[in-house]
């Protein structure tokens, strides 16, 4: 068998001399600075954003790394480490949603998203990227590359924002709006918000409500692994994964049109209320009689209403080195995904199910679904193992070699060089 590959973050020293010298190399002069934003796993609270829900994510130490350099006209050319021979280009004059096409969106539609927010200031620049975040695999490598733009911006054109927790919101907006609105991807906010604001050893419990302050929105909680003898073990199942083919946004019309029926601005509104009353379960069922008639959305807000409250659970028994108890929750959290929201594939509920079968506490897929990565809560020393375990599986199976990485709570985009 085909020994699993592991994928190490790069190193502080190895992303800004990559980065610089591929700036180098395409633009013949070098760049004002190199930025960084980390991928991240959510650890619990999937599709919930959305629907002004709960959700629990770390910052990867994977990270992508941005050398920019503004320029004073409106072009914005870019090159990867990807293809390093092709560069991208757009122009930010009189640009509309949708206007560029590729990865090149993505960057190019958060300064796009600035300039619309009324940032003016804001012109073209010249930008090279290396990342080490696995694209394609639920691990938010879009939001890596949105967040580590808007923050090189920032500081070049003088924004003022990246500095504080409060001002990195609205470049957290800029970023969303470029996933949205220029490449078509229905991004909820998790992604981002974790890439920008998570902290060293913590997870963020994030709430999406409409209208809370920063500060409201997000609450740090200590995730250390070392504490219980535990390691999160992440496996990139490397199953093609893809979330603006509609299936995303589909699922989330849904929960917008049940939130309508019930007559609510969106699904958290009742998911509070079901948690909070004395019997949860038959709340929930009075509540999902109201939609019986449509099968298929009964299901999702199911999903909705459960996993809001799972996140809550799972700080607590995480806080209280209730391991079993964290562990369970993982896994009713991708049973539902798979049953429910059925976003998992076979490549998905394949690796859950050797994890589970070879000693984790739980296993669940984390991300948007349709491809990406699984997570499992194992013993300290055992990640490898069981990574080869599963990869032994999809040998057998005739999927793609799965690919793993080590998961520490890591600290959010900052500046590099």
Avoid at 162 to 185: C, F, H, Q, Y
């Amino acid at each position: 068998m085909t020994a699993v590959e592991f994928i190490e973050p790069i190193s502080h020293e190895d992303g800004v001399a990559r980065a610089t010298e591929l700036f180098a190399k395409t633009y013949g002069t070098e760049p004002a600075g190199v930025w960084a934003a980390p991928g991240r796993v959510n650890l619990i609270g999937e599709h919930t954003d959305y629907n002004a829900g709960l959700c629990l994510p770390i910052a990867l130490p994977h990270r992508t790394f941005i050398a920019l350099k503004p320029r004073e006209d409106t072009a914005v050319r870019l090159v990867s480490d990807v293809a390093p021979d092709k560069v991208a280009s757009a122009d930010l004059e009189g640009l509309q949603a949708g206007g560029v096409d590729g990865w090149a969106a993505y960057p190019t539609g958060v300064a796009w998203a600035l300039r619309e927010a009324g940032y003016s200031q804001v012109q073209g620049f010249d930008a090279a990227f290396v990342s080490c975040v696995p694209l394609g695999s639920g691990l938010s490598s879009s939001a890596a590359m949105t967040c580590s733009t808007a923050l090189a911006l920032d500081d070049v054109y003088g924004l003022g924002y990246g500095s504080t927790d409060a001002g990195r919101v609205t470049l957290i907006d800029a970023a969303i709006k470029s996933e949205n609105d220029m490449a078509g991807a229905s991004t909820g906010g998790l992604d981002q918000n974790a890439s920008m604001r998570c902290t060293a050893g913590h997870a963020i419990l994030l709430d999406c409500r409409p209208g809370l302050t920063p500060l409201e929105s997000v609450s740090q909680q200590a995730f250390d692994l070392d504490k219980y003898g535990l390691e999160l073990l992440v496996v990139d199942t490397q199953a093609p994964h893809q979330l603006n083919d509609g299936q995303y946004a589909e699922r989330r019309a849904t929960c917008e049109k049940a939130a309508k029926r019930l007559g609510v601005d969106n699904l958290r509104v009742i998911a509070d209320q079901v948690n909070a009353a004395d019997d949860p379960a038959a709340a929930l069922t009075a509540v999902l009689d109201q939609l019986k008639d449509d099968p298929m959305m009964v299901r999702r807000v199911r999903h909705v209403i459960t996993e809001i409250g799972r996140v809550t659970e799972f700080v607590d028994a995480f806080a209280k080195g209730d391991v079993d108890k964290a562990g369970d929750l993982f896994n009713a959290s991708h049973n539902s995904l798979r049953d429910d929201y059925q976003v998992t594939v076979p490549e998905l509920d394949t690796a859950v199910n050797v994890a589970r079968a070879h000693g984790a506490y739980g296993a669940r897929m984390t991300g948007g679904g349709f491809g990406g990565s699984i997570i499992a809560l194992v013993d300290k020393g055992r990640g490898q193992e069981i990574a080869q375990l599963i990869a032994d599986e999809f040998e057998a199976q005739g999927f793609n070699a799965p690919r793993a990485l080590p998961a520490v709570a890591a600290d959010s985009a900052s500046r590099e060089a």
